[in-house]
């Protein structure tokens, strides 16, 4: 698998730590960036514990 850090930009945000990579595997291409910001529901703190995740 191949990950490579970029800097994600939106018109309202910016995502510095923003990850795209390749997974030969699966032949899938992948992007991980920007935090997701959930209202509190009884599944918060399942929420809050992914989203602590940070990639390698």
């Known amino acids: 698998m191949s990950r490579y850090a970029i800097t994600l930009r939106t018109d309202a945000a910016t ?5 795209v990579g390749y997974d030969p595997p699966l032949r899938t ?23 602590n995740i940070r990639p390698c």
């Open 29 to 51: 291409y992948f992007i991980l960036g920007f935090e997701i910001r959930r209202p509190s529901s009884r599944f918060s703190g399942s929420a809050r514990a992914l989203s």
């Open 15 to 19: 995502d510095e730590n923003a990850v």
